[in-house]
């Protein structure tokens, strides 16, 4: 019911905000800039200066597209309309079709084999305490701990499979199959706070950009993930009444604690060309690793490995196919935002608000990456470049907004893609959870942007 209302309050806020432009500003090709337009497209729009000052920026996205004199101006349209939309959510599937085909087939393999049992023994007692409802042994243990293992280390391509099946396993142990469980709330909240250990997106894009030095903002962001996990973990435990300070939780906390600071240690001593190098060679390596020890384990155990890779890959493409709707609803909805000029409008209320109470406005620059990021990773990415484009990047709103980028993951797509796989629709308070956690996020990131940066422009 949540994500319904969320969903129905994007469109109707969108729609309105374009009946307004178009009757008071004299945007009169908002319209077919909403439902047919294309990234990329030159529009035609008569604004106020002050919006031609601002929509010079977001025209920065793309490097390109020409503020006029006056009132008149080119923008750059920078989000595809509702109906080019429609087929980036099915090519994304489609994209993802082969991802998790693979993925999904070598965890049949190493479930076959005794693989994800064995992991569900190792972590079992951690999680047992987070996840009372999940029998210990169960393989949904395996799942999960496979799939915060890759969101650690920024596998975005495997996380999303082995999410996936730590979903499907969860919605087995379900008894109303239409209704979020405990322990899906509790997995997702966590999955979506993100915790990371090297952004490597954000710096391989500020090397790009030629900052002076890509790999500045890693400690903030890493710092930012931990205490956000930190926070899903206690909401959702609030929540579910679980109690945090018990032996097993508090142990496991602190050994996590000293490895992350181990590496960041680590990581600190190595220069820009260095940290891209370690974070290749640690991500991709374990990949290969994994495949390894999976078919080791196979061979091991005996089991008829292809059969069993065919028969997971198989449940890869079904659940492709299935979060196609799920999919598109969420990305119309985020494009109509974009399209519309919503989040201009929010953004422009938002340093307003803050210059007239005196307060320093700096941050605000850096904004619309973390409110785009609950609902698109690509827009959000696209608003850091323009950040950097617009400001420099070694400004301090592009540090900030690079921050923003890798410090959450996407939490509306994640509950489409999530939930929808498992046909979940009521999600109870999964959504409100995630979003506070959020919220502590971007305060965190804007603190330690301050600190980290404070001195710089």
């Not at 969860?170 to 090297?198: R, T, Y």
């Not at 292809?306 to 079904?318: C, R």
């Not at 000029?341 to 340093?351: A, L, N, R, S, Y």
């Amino acid at each position: 019911m949540a994500l319904s209302r969320i969903w129905s309050a994007f469109i109707l806020i969108s729609i309105l905000v374009a009946v307004f432009k178009f009757a008071a500003c004299g945007e009169k090709q908002i319209f077919s800039s909403m439902v047919v337009g294309k990234k990329g497209d030159s529009v035609q729009v008569q604004m106020s200066p002050v919006a031609v000052a601002n929509a010079a920026k977001a025209a920065a996205l793309d490097s390109s597209g020409q503020v006029g004199a006056g009132d008149v101006k080119t923008r750059i349209q920078v989000s595809n309309g509702i109906v080019d939309t429609c087929k980036d959510a099915v090519t994304l599937c489609i994209e993802l079709i082969g991802m998790l085909a693979l993925f999904m087939g070598f965890m049949s393999i190493a479930e076959r084999a005794g693989g994800i049992n064995l992991l569900s023994r190792i972590i079992g007692p951690f999680f047992s305490k987070l996840f009372p409802e999940v029998p210990k042994g169960h393989p949904a243990m395996g799942h999960m701990i496979m799939n915060f293992s890759a969101n650690l280390l920024g596998l975005d391509n495997a996380a999303t499979p082995f999410g996936l099946k730590a979903m499907q396993s969860l919605q087995e142990l379900n008894p109303k199959k239409d209704v979020a469980s405990n322990a899906q709330i509790m997995f997702l909240c966590l999955h979506a706070a993100g915790f990371n250990i090297i952004p490597v997106s954000v710096i391989a894009i500020r090397a790009a950009q030629h900052a002076s030095d890509p790999t500045d903002v890693f400690l903030p962001c890493m710092i930012v993930t931990f205490i956000g996990t930190m926070t899903a973990m206690i909401i959702v435990s609030f929540r579910q009444q679980i109690r945090l300070l018990q032996p097993v939780i508090v142990m496991w906390v602190l050994g996590i604690s000293t490895v992350v600071a181990l590496i960041v240690w680590y990581i600190t001593t190595l220069s820009a060309g260095g940290v891209q190098f370690f974070s290749s060679v640690l991500s991709n390596g374990l990949i290969l690793l994994v495949f390894l020890l999976i078919i080791l384990g196979g061979l091991y155990k005996r089991i008829n490995i292809f059969d069993a890779f065919i028969d997971g890959a198989k449940n890869g493409f079904d659940t492709a196919i299935r979060i196609i709707p799920y999919l598109v609803g969420i990305l119309v909805a985020v494009s109509m935002l974009r399209t519309s000029g919503t989040f201009d409008v929010v953004i422009d209320g938002i340093k307003n608000f803050f210059a007239y109470l005196g307060a320093d406005t700096r941050f605000v620059d850096g904004l619309p990456t973390a409110l785009i990021r609950p609902l698109s990773g690509g827009a959000a990415r696209g608003m850091m470049v323009s950040t950097m484009i617009a400001n420099g990047p070694d400004s301090f709103a592009s540090r900030l907004s690079g921050i923003f980028q890798g410090a959450s993951d996407t939490t509306f797509y994640i509950v489409a893609v999530y939930f929808g796989a498992v046909s979940i629709k009521d999600t109870r308070y999964a959504i409100g959870s995630m979003l506070l956690a959020d919220l502590v996020g971007v305060i965190t990131s804007i603190a330690l942007a301050y600190i980290f940066f404070g001195n710089i422009n």
